[in-house]
């Protein structure tokens, strides 16, 4: 997975560090090399600048640093990295640094990064950072200015980040999400060989889930699908509408909605706004939406007069029935 190994040193870093506290960049961090933030040892950087410097140039240093400093040793903070991943439920994935330069025992898959990259996207912090094509860290005298490495933000509509990696080992990789309408994609692309080729995939994964994927207007409120018989009377009943409106995320490909609808018998007296009945919606199986039924007008109790004829009439057509059948 290369850096996109990152984003968990990132989850971890977000959840034990703090964003403001001032680290001194130690000398094994500076002396990483490769993909760099060209920090040196001995600069004072905080918590949240060297996130920006990690997520955003991708530094192999910054990683280091901020490993260093929230797990004490690189070898602790990857035992926290990998903690979370069995959290997660990533099953296939496995840490050995927390910066991705390759390694025997460090891997992931495709499914496993959509997984935690949207759990990353779930922190405002890490939302921001990612969403930054350039960022400055450091103080007067000492000032970094560090682009993207994400090819896509300002050149995809909707992009919003998160994290590229390459390495020998790993080629080309790149995790992708945009967002348009209100639905959030996420592309996972691993092992291509170029820089460009990698975003060009990627490109392609979101723009085929935007054809796909879009909201679907389920249902409205108020609209009445069917009638609850009012069990206290011979022929009343009360109409059950849908008590809120429904819009989901539908994938196109998987077939057409199902809806059912089930409505039970009530006793009066009946509210308006009363629950009667449920309504859900399912697509190839997987239930989508579910929402209770209401009552759309008041039914009273029948008066002990009507009650008494009621019970009469039932009991003629108990007999009856009983004779008929003898």
Do not use: C
């Not at 000032?143 to 080309?172: C, E, M, P, Q, W």
């Amino acid at each position: 997975m290369a850096s996109i190994t990152k984003v968990m040193t990132a989850i971890v870093a977000l959840e034990h560090g703090d964003l403001d506290e001032v680290i001194v960049v130690p000398r094994e961090a500076a002396a990483v090399g490769q993909s760099t933030a060209y920090l040196v040892a001995g600069e004072r950087l905080t918590m949240r600048e060297l996130l920006a410097a990690m997520l955003v140039k991708s530094g192999n240093d910054a990683a280091t640093a901020v490993a260093l400093h929230v797990g004490g040793s690189q070898e602790r903070f990857v035992a926290m990295m990998n903690a979370k991943a069995r959290a997660l439920g990533l099953r296939d994935t496995h840490f050995r640094n927390p910066h991705g330069l390759d390694r025997i025992g460090h891997y992931s898959t495709a499914a496993d990064l959509a997984v935690m990259s949207r759990y990353a996207m779930s922190e405002p912090e890490f939302r921001r950072i990612v969403a930054k094509k350039k960022v400055t860290i450091g103080r007067a005298g000492r000032r970094h200015v560090l682009l993207s490495t994400d090819l896509l933000l300002g050149n995809y509509r909707g992009a919003i980040g998160i994290k590229t990696g390459n390495t020998d080992s790993a080629g080309f990789s790149v995790v992708s999400a945009a967002q348009r309408g209100g639905v959030t994609l996420y592309a996972v692309v691993l092992g291509t060989r170029s820089d460009p080729q990698r975003f060009r995939d990627a490109k392609e994964v979101l723009d085929w889930g935007f054809a796909h994927y879009r909201p679907q207007h389920l249902a409205s409120a108020g609209t009445v699908v069917g009638e609850a018989p009012v069990v206290d009377y011979l022929d009343v009943s009360v109409p059950a509408a849908i008590s809120q409106e429904a819009t989901a995320q539908i994938l196109d490909l998987n077939g057409s909605i199902r809806r059912v609808v089930t409505i039970a018998p009530v006793k009066a007296p009946v509210k308006r706004g009363d629950r009667v009945g449920s309504v859900t919606f399912s697509q190839a199986g997987r239930l989508i939406a579910g929402m209770p039924l209401v009552a759309v007008r008041d039914v009273a109790r029948p008066n002990p007069f009507l009650r008494a004829w009621i019970g009469m009439v039932r009991g003629w057509k108990t007999l009856f029935g009983a004779l008929a059948l003898g």
